[in-house]
């Protein structure tokens, strides 16, 4: 598997940033860390040898980036508000620099899609949800869509506009709800295990049936609990199965 890393100054979040990447060809999948961890978490944890026969093969290409939870919904030492701008410029790190840098790399045909697990699941489907113009859909597992599962009690505007499960039920502009209702690639799955939490994966999904938007929800059983084995099983089954 060829495997390259990478890192530039990026201008959004003023701190130099690392990026991962594994393969040669492919559609491209982003993944996003869990919680407070970084580009390499899903190399450590084994999960990109889990996918390594489809890297191999040509049929996806992975970047992996940095969270910035640490410096945003995970540092309960900063005032809410400076939590929340922190979070938009993550947002924009992705979507001015990533996006593009993934363009440059592979084509500016290539279909790219996010993915993540746990927290990593709420910014993968936000990240997708507010830019379908140039994200193509999302893979989450495991995981809840409201932020203010994260916040503390915090809620204002910005929470809202990064909450899925708060903004969706609102959306009118068709800019984003045909591009939304066009993916074929909205795929929320989870466990019904230890540290699962189900309902949230079939509360979103039941908000985004009501506005039109397909998605594919697949709710695994009790035995099936929120970790890495469980991660490294359901993402080469939906990679497989499912693209």
């Given at each position: 598997?060829?495997?390259?890393?990478?890192?530039?100054?990026?201008?959004?979040?003023?701190?130099?940033?690392?990026?991962?990447?594994?393969?040669?060809?492919?559609?491209?999948?982003?993944?996003?860390?869990?919680?407070?961890?970084?580009?390499?978490?899903?190399?450590?944890?084994?999960?990109?040898?889990?996918?390594?026969?489809?890297?191999?093969?040509?049929?996806?290409?992975?970047?992996?980036?940095?969270?910035?939870?640490?410096?945003?919904?995970?540092?309960?030492?900063?005032?809410?508000?400076?939590?929340?701008?922190?979070?938009?410029?993550?947002?924009?790190?992705?979507?001015?620099?990533?996006?593009?840098?993934?363009?440059?790399?592979?084509?500016?045909?290539?279909?790219?899609?996010?993915?993540?697990?746990?927290?990593?699941?709420?910014?993968?489907?936000?990240?997708?949800?507010?830019?379908?113009?140039?994200?193509?859909?999302?893979?989450?597992?495991?995981?809840?869509?409201?932020?203010?599962?994260?916040?503390?009690?915090?809620?204002?505007?910005?929470?809202?506009?990064?909450?899925?499960?708060?903004?969706?039920?609102?959306?009118?502009?068709?800019?984003?709800?045909?591009?939304?209702?066009?993916?074929?690639?909205?795929?929320?799955?989870?466990?019904?295990?230890?540290?699962?939490?189900?309902?949230?994966s079939r509360r979103f999904a039941s908000v985004l049936y009501s506005k039109g938007i397909w998605c594919d929800l697949d709710v695994w059983g009790n035995d099936v609990r929120h970790d890495w084995p469980t991660w490294?099983?359901?993402?080469?089954?939906?990679?497989?199965?499912?693209?």
């Open positions: 598997m060829r495997r390259e890393i990478t890192s530039w100054y990026s201008p959004a979040l003023r701190r130099e940033m690392p990026i991962a990447s594994y393969g040669h060809y492919g559609f491209a999948l982003l993944l996003i860390p869990t919680a407070a961890a970084d580009y390499l978490e899903y190399e450590r944890f084994q999960l990109l040898d889990s996918l390594a026969p489809m890297i191999d093969s040509g049929k996806l290409r992975v970047f992996s980036i940095d969270s910035m939870n640490k410096e945003s919904w995970l540092n309960y030492q900063m005032e809410p508000a400076h939590r929340a701008i922190r979070h938009n410029e993550f947002n924009q790190y992705v979507f001015d620099e990533v996006v593009p840098f993934i363009r440059n790399a592979t084509s500016n045909e290539t279909f790219i899609y996010t993915c993540g697990a746990s927290f990593g699941a709420l910014h993968a489907m936000n990240l997708f949800c507010k830019r379908p113009d140039i994200i193509n859909g999302a893979i989450s597992m495991s995981g809840v869509y409201d932020l203010t599962e994260y916040t503390r009690g915090f809620y204002d505007e910005q929470v809202y506009y990064n909450s899925p499960i708060h903004y969706i039920p609102n959306l009118s502009d068709s800019f984003y709800l045909d591009k939304l209702r066009a993916s074929h690639h909205i795929h929320i799955y989870t466990g019904s295990g230890e540290y699962e939490e189900p309902d949230a490294r099983n359901m993402l080469p089954y939906i990679l497989d199965k499912k693209f």
